[in-house]
C-alpha cells in the first residue's frame, strides 16, 4: 500500500473532477471512470474480481483509530491509488444525506458487442434514474445478464443508477446510447409490455408460452415502447391488474416480467 496523497485545496484539479463524477449524470463519458460511494457498492464489484482505481477517504475516516485498521487492511488495499480529503472537502463530494466518509472510483467498461442468444432487457427511453437501477437489479437477480439501453435512457453509469443497482451492474453486461440498429444480431425471441393488449403474463405462464431465454423490451414511463419494437415483438404482453390501477411502474413491470421468465421452467 503506497502512502495516501493528502488535499485540502479546493482548487485541486482531480477534487473538481471528482466533483463533476460525483453530482454530474452523464460526466463519467467524458472522463472514463465513475464514482461510487460506500462499502456496499465496492463490495460487490470486487466480489466480480473488478477493483478500484482510486480510493477517496475522509481524514477522519483515515485517522480514526477505530477505522484505522479497516482501512489500512481492506479498504485501502483496493486501489492502486488513494486519496484523502478534509472532511469539509470530502462532504463536497458525497450527495448522501449522511456521507460514507469514503468513495471509490472505477474505470469505465467498454462497450462491448451485441450478444446474440443472451437473455436481454431493452430499456427504450426509461428516463428516471432510479427505474433503470430497479430494472439493472431484477436484470441481475432472474438471470438476465444483457441489458441494451437505447438513447434517451438514463446514463447507465451515473451515480444515482448505481445506488439503485446496489451492485447489479457487475453482473451485467451494459450497452448503453444505443440505436435500434445494434438489435439486429438478436435471435432470441422479443416481448414487449403492454397495459392495453396482448396475451396475460399470468396466462401464458400457466400454459408454458412464455419463452426463456428471450428479451424483454421496457419502454418510456409515459410512451412505452416505440412503434417500431413493437413491430418487431414476437409476443405483446400485459400484466393482470384485477385492482383496476391503469399502468404499473416500469421497474415494477420489469420485475414482475423478469421473475415471470425466470421460473418460466422450474416446476
Not at 471528482?18 to 460487490?44: C, I, M, N, P
Not at 477493483?51 to 483515515?62: K, N, Q, T
Not at 479498504?75 to 484523502?84: E, G, M, P, S
Not at 434514474?129 to 453509469?157: E, H, M, Y
Amino acid at each position: 500500500m503506497t502512502t495516501p496523497l493528502l488535499i485540502t485545496s479546493r482548487d485541486n484539479p482531480l477534487l473538481k473532477e471528482l466533483k463533476r463524477l460525483a453530482h454530474g449524470s452523464t460526466d463519467y463519458r467524458k472522463q472514463g471512470r465513475f464514482w461510487t460511494e460506500g462499502d456496499h457498492l465496492v463490495r460487490a464489484a470486487v466480489l466480480r474480481g473488478v477493483h478500484p482505481a482510486l480510493g477517496i477517504f475522509s481524514e477522519s475516516f483515515w485517522q480514526n483509530p477505530k477505522s484505522k485498521p479497516l482501512a489500512h487492511t481492506e479498504y485501502a488495499q483496493l486501489a492502486t491509488k488513494n486519496i484523502v480529503l478534509s472532511d469539509m472537502l470530502f462532504d463536497t463530494i458525497s450527495t448522501l444525506e449522511s456521507p460514507a466518509r469514503m468513495g471509490f472510483v472505477f474505470d469505465l467498461p467498454p462497450n462491448t458487442p451485441v450478444q446474440a442468444d443472451v437473455a436481454s432487457v431493452i430499456l427504450d427511453r426509461v428516463q428516471d434514474a432510479g427505474n433503470v437501477g430497479a430494472i439493472l437489479r431484477s436484470a441481475s437477480a432472474f438471470g438476465f445478464k444483457q441489458v441494451i439501453a437505447l438513447k434517451g435512457t438514463a446514463a447507465l453509469w451515473s451515480p444515482k443508477v448505481l445506488r439503485a443497482g446496489m451492485g447489479a451492474h457487475w453482473g451485467l453486461q451494459l450497452l448503453e446510447g444505443a440505436d435500434l440498429a445494434v438489435l439486429e444480431p438478436l435471435s432470441l425471441p422479443l416481448l414487449v409490455t403492454s397495459s392495453h393488449q396482448g396475451s396475460f403474463l399470468h396466462q401464458m405462464l400457466q400454459k408454458r408460452e412464455l419463452p426463456m431465454p428471450c428479451v424483454w423490451a421496457l419502454g418510456h414511463e409515459g410512451q412505452g415502447v416505440c412503434a417500431a419494437l413493437q413491430a418487431r415483438a414476437a409476443y405483446h404482453v400485459r400484466i393482470a391488474q384485477p385492482g383496476g390501477e391503469e399502468s404499473l411502474n416500469v421497474a415494477t413491470a420489469a420485475a414482475i416480467c423478469l421473475h415471470a421468465s425466470a421460473t418460466t421452467n422450474l416446476g
